[in-house]
């Protein structure tokens, strides 16, 4: 075998840990052909079937997974300008490569615990857990609302971008936010879910009279015909003749489930549709019997009403055909677990307070004297690499295609249905707040800061779409 060259170390790349990891390995096995470009920084956003970092069987496939042989890895390199460091037709052919790539993991930003072969063409990798435990709970427990949070974006350096919609898609006759026809209401969500994943990053939002010509205006349009394409428009000037650069997101019509026909609901009427359908799922799944009809109750069916117009209406790209959930029958079990496992960790923290002041418990105690090896078991695993590791990534790859007309809010919508799914799986073969007896509160105090870190994460996901979380749910 011709022996890996030892690859220099990369630079520190992003707040992402994954963009930065991603870095490592791919300079590991390739290097620039030209060395000025070793001294810059390369963000790798797009690399195909090279990488796939798994949020599901990660027991089975490995938290990561990379392509085997050496012709998938050369057509990579040759779009971007490197070069392989060996010849070998295999990626890691021999057990003497697999201990080069463990020694050199150890200085990268999370080593590697193993390193084996699977079917069809690719390696599975497999990361030391307890460094990058630590890294998450202790980065989302001290940076809290600025988890996550991009501090540079290829696409968009200090960029001042205005955003606008059209005066169509306001309806002065409806309440705040509520258009009458479904078209316009996803229009004008989009605009307010856009609005704050702008705020979210280094973009500087400016009001359309504070325009420039390097401004980036950014239109939100509806197409309400279900047959015609949803294609963005993207003006840009020549560059001896710049003008304005102007980006133009699309939202695709609202239909009919069963006739797949623009929709002739309005959206008070679908709200208090799918607030009936949460209702009805809580009462026959979650216990709720005898339902009060009080102020609390009825603003709590508001929220997972509108929380289930969100995950209709964006689970698919924005450009798409959403469809309407008719007689319950859709994937209302998103919205539902979403905002009952909001309720679920809320409840696992108040009653951790409450022992606490009752003297149950002893206080919470600093995370740097709590011992968090009791968080590397498989289903802690899963939560922490596969959802809370992964949001930095997840809020950038949501902005990835931005210019290009794209906003991927289904990605959003997916990783938090994902993440709630995840914890419930979690918390029915997990028992959190454990009996008071000296040998289980390092696991209590473990779980209880896993369970501060689920929420911080999940609350700043739904805040982006415009979900408010739920404290609690009534039960009989």
């Not at 069809?120 to 857990?129: C, G, I, V």
């Not at 200090?158 to 209401?185: C, I, R, W, Y």
């Not at 294609?231 to 003008?243: E, H, K």
């Not at 496992?341 to 409840?347: G, I, M, P, V, W």
Request: aromatic share 8%; net charge neutral.
């Amino acid at each position: 075998m011709a022996a890996a060259l030892p690859a220099e170390p990369a630079p520190a790349m992003s707040h992402n840990p994954i963009t930065e990891l991603t870095c490592q390995l791919i300079h590991y096995f390739a290097r620039f052909q030209d060395r000025a470009e070793e001294e810059r920084e390369h963000v790798y956003t797009r690399y195909g079937e090279l990488l796939h970092y798994h949020n599901e069987s990660i027991v089975q496939f490995g938290d990561l997974s990379i392509a085997a042989s050496r012709i998938n890895w050369a057509c990579f390199c040759q779009r971007r300008g490197l070069q392989l460091r060996h010849l070998d037709q295999q990626m890691i052919p021999d057990e003497e490569a697999v201990q080069l790539i463990l020694e050199k993991s150890k200085e990268w930003i999370f080593p590697l615990a193993s390193v084996t072969k699977l079917r069809k063409e690719r390696y599975a990798l497999r990361f030391q857990r307890a460094p990058i435990v630590a890294h998450v709970i202790g980065n989302i427990m001290q940076l809290g609302e600025l988890y996550g949070k991009p501090q540079k974006l290829e696409f968009a350096p200090d960029t001042t971008v205005s955003l606008v919609l059209h005066e169509q898609f306001l309806d002065v006759e409806a309440p705040p936010g509520n258009s009458k026809e479904m078209h316009k209401f996803r229009a004008r969500q989009l605009f307010m879910i856009v609005s704050r994943l702008l705020k979210y990053t280094n973009m500087h939002p400016v009001e359309p009279e504070d325009q420039t010509d390097e401004t980036l205006v950014i239109s939100i349009d509806s197409n309400n015909h279900a047959r015609r394409p949803t294609q963005p428009d993207i003006v840009d000037g020549d560059p001896g003749n710049p003008v304005r650069q102007e980006v133009r997101l699309v939202c695709g019509p609202v239909v009919e489930s069963h006739k797949k026909a623009a929709t002739t609901l309005d959206s008070l009427s679908y709200m208090n549709i799918r607030s009936n359908d949460m209702l009805l799922i809580a009462m026959h799944r979650h216990g709720v019997r005898d339902c009060p009809q009080g102020e609390g109750f009825q603003d709590l069916m508001r929220r997972l009403g509108f929380a289930a117009v969100i995950v209709d209406l964006f689970e698919v790209r924005h450009s798409s055909c959403a469809s309407l959930v008719s007689n319950g029958l859709g994937s209302s079990k998103g919205a539902n677990y979403i905002l009952y496992n909001s309720a679920r960790l809320e409840t696992l923290l108040r009653t951790f307070n409450g022992k606490v002041e009752t003297g149950v418990y002893g206080p919470l105690p600093p995370l740097e004297s709590v011992d968090l090896s009791t968080l590397e078991e498989d289903l802690d695993w899963h939560l922490i690499y596969g959802y809370l590791l992964h949001f930095p990534e997840m809020i950038e790859s949501v902005l990835l295609q931005f210019r290009e007309g794209h906003v991927g809010v289904h990605i959003l919508v997916r990783y938090i249905v994902g993440l709630a799914s995840t914890f419930s799986r979690y918390y029915r073969n997990k028992q959190i707040l454990v009996q008071h007896r000296a040998n289980l509160m390092p696991v209590l105090h473990a779980r209880v800061y896993l369970v501060k870190a689920v929420r911080q994460v999940l609350n700043l996901s739904l805040a982006l779409l415009g979900i408010e979380p739920v404290n609690y749910m009534a039960k009989s």
